[in-house]
């Protein structure tokens, strides 16, 4: 029996030939990525709990910075100051300011055939390159980063054929959303949701990392893009090599087997306060339901092509004066290039208030958290009760370019009706 993409990088991970479903292996990881969400706990157990601590290898080791930054509060500063401490004391590479934990790491280290552990449930984006990454606690983080090791049980794996092209006005947030739609929240329970065909390939690696994001919102161990030229071109540019290239073999078995048409798909938006909540942009936009705040950013949707996606909406136009519309570049980087590109200053003219590169709201802890029965549409990872801020108020989920549009708009609309 042949394997998987998944089964494959286990196998590589764990050092035998073969891995199937339900076997449980110890394996070796090739990074390590934690952020100020939980780093300051696994730092106390490190400190207080272990008899000989001690960090494997720290060039494996990344510490990123962006829940919280710049600190929002003095407990905030001291946890922060825990973590520097911490990275300097161990020779930890650590990043703080540049942008969103998974970004940095897609631009810095993530290789295709890699298992790699993160200690934040969307570590399954760098599946975009081809990789098996996935979220674990900070205890699970701890014995990783002290051994160098860890243990999986081996998932099934549910397989989706992309074919086509999306539509102009359609990205690659609708697709998965309507996906997670279609399955449900636990459709992909402990799975590893792999996407190829023609449809996949078209994509870029950026639009593939959103889909891998928010695999976890299925319930998924893992999602995985088969890897391709467009793969190895990334790798290049960034400074690094592709090479181990795996796809699954011909006799491979899924659990299931999933096929979309690209350009059956419309843009969506997820009511509260679930991620599987879904609804067609068409059948919402009638209600003209009114919004306080749009939010383009987070680890999802806030690359170039989404700014740029939102700017292409606003330019030239105003926000509505009921509106706070908040934008967060996901690294500095991306920041950069939309300056260069002149996105920046679209958004800016339109009324945009642009953040540093970070978490933001979609982490609902430092910036532009939402109040009593407000509404916010977001291009953020979730929309559960309280995730932006008081528990009564309400997060609709929808591509940035609709997120743009409801900005003008004052109420959830798409960009053909603000043109």
């Given at each position: 029996?042949?394997?998987?993409?998944?089964?494959?990088?286990?196998?590589?991970?764990?050092?035998?030939?073969?891995?199937?479903?339900?076997?449980?292996?110890?394996?070796?990881?090739?990074?390590?990525?934690?952020?100020?969400?939980?780093?300051?706990?696994?730092?106390?157990?490190?400190?207080?709990?272990?008899?000989n601590p001690h960090i494997a290898d720290?060039?494996?080791?990344?510490?990123?910075?962006?829940?919280?930054?710049?600190?929002?509060?003095?407990?905030?500063?001291?946890?922060?100051?825990?973590?520097?401490?911490?990275?300097?004391?161990?020779?930890?590479?650590?990043?703080?300011?540049?942008?969103?934990?998974?970004?940095?790491?897609?631009?810095?280290?993530?290789?295709?055939?890699?298992?790699?552990?993160?200690?934040?449930?969307?570590?399954?984006?760098?599946?975009?390159?081809?990789?098996?990454?996935?979220?674990?606690?900070?205890?699970?983080?701890?014995?990783?980063?002290?051994?160098?090791?860890?243990?999986?049980?081996?998932?099934?794996?549910?397989?989706?054929?992309?074919?086509?092209?999306?539509?102009?006005?359609?990205?690659?947030?609708?697709?998965?959303?309507?996906?997670?739609?279609?399955?449900?929240?636990?459709?992909?329970?402990?799975?590893?949701?792999?996407?190829?065909?023609?449809?996949?390939?078209?994509?870029?690696?950026?639009?593939?990392?959103?889909?891998?994001?928010?695999?976890?919102?299925?319930?998924?161990?893992?999602?995985?893009?088969?890897?391709?030229?467009?793969?190895?071109?990334?790798?290049?540019?960034?400074?690094?090599?592709?090479?181990?290239?795996?796809?699954?073999?011909?006799?491979?078995?899924?659990?299931?087997?999933?096929?979309?048409?690209?350009?059956?798909?419309?843009?969506?938006?997820?009511?509260?306060?679930?991620?599987?909540?879904?609804?067609?942009?068409?059948?919402?936009?009638?209600?003209?339901?009114?919004?306080?705040?749009?939010f383009v950013g987070s680890c999802n949707?806030?690359?170039?092509?989404?700014?740029?996606?939102?700017?292409?909406?606003?330019?030239?136009?105003?926000?509505?004066?009921?509106?706070?519309?908040?934008?967060?570049?996901?690294?500095?980087?991306?920041?950069?290039?939309?300056?260069?590109?002149?996105?920046?200053?679209?958004?800016?003219?339109?009324?945009?208030?642009?953040?540093?590169?970070?978490?933001?709201?979609?982490?609902?802890?430092?910036?532009?958290?939402?109040?009593?029965?407000?509404?916010?549409?977001?291009?953020?990872?979730?929309?559960?009760?309280?995730?932006?801020?008081?528990?009564?108020?309400?997060?609709?989920?929808?591509?940035?370019?609709?997120?743009?549009?409801?900005?003008?708009?004052?109420?959830?609309?798409?960009?053909?009706?603000?043109?």
């Amino acid at each position: 029996m042949g394997m998987t993409i998944g089964e494959k990088i286990i196998a590589r991970a764990a050092g035998v030939e073969e891995v199937k479903p339900n076997d449980i292996h110890t394996i070796t990881l090739d990074r390590m990525m934690s952020n100020d969400g939980t780093t300051h706990l696994t730092v106390d157990m490190f400190n207080n709990d272990l008899k000989n601590p001690h960090i494997a290898d720290p060039d494996k080791v990344v510490f990123i910075m962006d829940h919280n930054v710049p600190s929002n509060s003095p407990k905030t500063a001291e946890a922060h100051k825990k973590m520097r401490n911490f990275a300097r004391e161990q020779g930890i590479r650590l990043y703080e300011g540049q942008g969103v934990c998974h970004q940095i790491m897609m631009e810095d280290y993530v290789c295709p055939g890699e298992m790699i552990f993160g200690a934040d449930s969307h570590t399954t984006s760098y599946g975009a390159l081809g990789a098996f990454g996935t979220g674990v606690g900070c205890t699970d983080f701890l014995y990783a980063m002290t051994t160098g090791t860890s243990w999986v049980m081996v998932p099934e794996t549910i397989r989706f054929n992309l074919h086509g092209k999306l539509r102009e006005g359609v990205f690659p947030r609708d697709l998965i959303l309507t996906i997670i739609g279609d399955i449900g929240a636990n459709g992909a329970t402990y799975k590893i949701m792999e996407f190829g065909g023609d449809g996949a390939h078209a994509l870029s690696v950026n639009d593939r990392m959103v889909l891998c994001n928010l695999t976890v919102e299925a319930g998924a161990k893992a999602g995985i893009v088969e890897p391709d030229e467009k793969v190895v071109e990334y790798c290049k540019e960034h400074g690094r090599e592709a090479v181990h290239m795996f796809r699954s073999d011909e006799d491979a078995h899924f659990a299931a087997v999933y096929e979309y048409d690209l350009d059956q798909i419309e843009p969506v938006v997820v009511r509260p306060d679930f991620v599987d909540n879904f609804a067609t942009l068409k059948e919402v936009e009638p209600e003209k339901i009114a919004i306080d705040q749009a939010f383009v950013g987070s680890c999802n949707n806030g690359r170039v092509e989404d700014l740029r996606a939102a700017a292409d909406v606003v330019r030239g136009k105003k926000i509505s004066p009921k509106v706070r519309f908040l934008v967060a570049p996901a690294s500095q980087a991306v920041y950069i290039e939309a300056l260069k590109e002149g996105i920046i200053t679209d958004l800016m003219e339109a009324g945009a208030m642009i953040m540093n590169a970070n978490c933001s709201v979609c982490w609902g802890s430092c910036q532009g958290v939402i109040g009593e029965n407000e509404v916010l549409i977001s291009t953020g990872t979730r929309n559960f009760k309280g995730r932006s801020g008081a528990p009564s108020s309400k997060v609709y989920l929808a591509s940035a370019a609709t997120c743009a549009a409801s900005a003008l708009a004052g109420y959830i609309t798409g960009a053909d009706s603000v043109k």
